[in-house]
């Protein structure tokens, strides 16, 4: 299985913040990653597919980039509704795995 | 918009065999890969596995055959099936529609609890 490890595990941070959270892979994964963010007691919400592309009806304060095994989700200006856990997940091979989770949290 | 809502029993006991069913609305059922995901109580998310309509199936190799994915056209609804359950698989579990590659969460997900 490709291992998926993200970091930080938790970041602090303030509104209006720019933030990176880091997802690595075991091994090259091209571009097929998705970020999600999930809020307590929710399912998981789709940010990005494809390592860069937004989905439809995403805050354009969110991007993601990188390819291979080494990628970053960024939040250029954090708002109050960010704050919450976020997953990245590697659908290069089955079985589609994911990160442990970041944890962001409001200094 | 397609929307999902997962069903099953929130308690089963230890060696059992776990059964949870999830409604599509607002799609078909034919046309997606379908998913199941879950997420033990503060812990990250597991991919258990994914059907597509014409049977094709992947599941994790983790759970050592112990689970089975069937999809219904006649009732719009998709299953996961768990046998030989233990505590390890209490959790919230998922149903998502699957595309290219990544997921779509539809639902607000179903808690399964393992417990005599």
């Known amino acids: 299985d490709i291992q998926m490890t993200q970091s930080p595990s938790t970041l602090s941070a303030s509104v209006g913040d720019r933030v990176t959270i880091t997802c690595r892979a075991s091994?090259?994964?091209?571009?097929?990653l998705a970020w999600y963010q999930q809020k307590p007691g929710q399912a998981p919400d789709l940010l990005i597919y494809k390592a860069s592309n937004l989905e439809s009806g995403v805050p354009s304060r969110f991007s993601g980039s990188g390819s291979g095994t080494e990628f970053t989700l960024t939040i250029s200006s954090l708002q109050p509704d960010d704050f919450a856990t976020y997953f990245c997940?590697?659908?290069?091979?089955?079985?589609?795995?994911f990160g442990q989770g970041t944890k962001l949290d409001i200094q | 918009q397609v929307q999902l809502l997962e069903s099953g029993p929130g308690l089963i006991k230890p060696s059992e065999t776990l059964s949870l069913t999830c409604t599509v609305s607002g799609g078909s059922v034919s046309n997606y890969y379908w998913s199941w995901i879950r997420q033990p109580a503060g812990k990250g998310l597991e991919w258990i596995g994914r059907i597509f309509i014409r049977g094709s199936t992947n599941y994790n190799p983790s759970l050592k055959g112990r689970v089975t994915m069937s999809v219904d056209t006649s009732k719009n609804q998709f299953s996961l099936r768990l046998s030989s359950v233990t505590a390890a698989d209490t959790a919230v579990y998922y149903c998502?529609?699957?595309?290219?590659?990544?997921?779509?969460?539809g639902g607000q997900g179903t808690l399964v609890t393992v417990s005599s």
């Open positions: 091994q090259s994964i091209s571009s097929w």
């Open positions: 998502a529609r699957g595309t290219s590659g990544w997921d779509v969460f």
């Open positions: 997940q590697q659908y290069h091979s089955y079985p589609h795995t």
